[in-house]
């Protein structure tokens, strides 16, 4: 139980183009979803809090504009790059919890290649 | 805010041997939990175990135990029979009981050797 899916797993798109990836758990209600972002051989850094129906909650130096998160569902939240550059190249990870629990579930990530 | 630090960047162990895996962590709070996900080269993030802070056993899951120790701050990994398919990257994570944010630890690259 508790699986959670990111789509797609790669992609490759233009500098100057907006890419959006999902991020769906499977056999649950997601009440709080969480992006992280991780360079090579780092740890994760925690992009910004979703709750269901609410306004995304962004770390201090994620720029809002730039990486918008929609949880428009309890199984559903999405993470928008727009105008993507290089520097964006990453790999992106989402995670979702639920109500009662203390646990993050993974999903697979999603590694973003920017040109 | 709460702190977490694993102190080895990289450690080795031969197959079937036991190996430890360190973590401290800073907080004021007396309330929380801490958790060790596993992130092979696939870098799908599994959870390991988990331990609540108000408990005192310490956890186990099968080869996977830890030693939990409050007063110190310190919470280690033990795994037991090492296997080859426990290569990976190793997070050490802490969650107060108030919030559902993760604060991760730097990590610790375990490799095993046949």
């Known amino acids: 139980g508790a699986v959670v899916s990111q789509h797609p797993s790669w992609v490759i798109c233009k500098s100057g183009t907006s890419v959006k990836i999902e991020c769906r758990s499977l056999d649950f209600q997601a009440t709080t979803m969480f992006w992280y972002r991780q360079f090579p051989k780092q740890s994760l850094m925690l992009m910004a809090t979703s709750n269901e129906g609410s306004k995304a909650t962004y770390e201090q130096g994620v720029e809002k504009d730039k990486f918008l998160i929609n949880h428009a569902s309890l199984t559903l939240s999405t993470l928008t790059v727009t105008s993507a550059h290089p520097e964006d190249s990453s790999f992106y990870i989402c995670?979702?919890?639920?109500?009662?629990?203390?646990?993050?579930?993974f999903g697979p990530g999603t590694r973003l290649t920017v040109l | 805010a709460q702190t977490v630090t694993q102190s080895q960047p990289e450690m080795s162990v031969q197959e079937a041997e036991t190996v430890t895996l360190s973590c401290t962590y800073d907080t004021s709070e007396s309330d929380y939990y801490l958790f060790w996900y596993k992130q092979p080269p696939s870098r799908q993030m599994i959870l390991v175990i988990r331990q609540e802070a108000y408990k005192q056993q310490n956890a186990t899951e099968n080869r996977f135990s830890v030693n939990f120790q409050k007063a110190a701050k310190s919470f280690s990994l033990k795994i037991s029979d090492s296997q080859l398919g426990d290569a990976a990257m190793y997070f050490c994570a802490y969650r107060s009981r108030a919030g559902n944010m993760l604060t991760f630890g730097g990590g610790t690259r375990l490799m095993v050797k046949p």
């Open positions: 995670s979702a919890s639920y109500r009662g629990t203390d646990t993050q579930y």
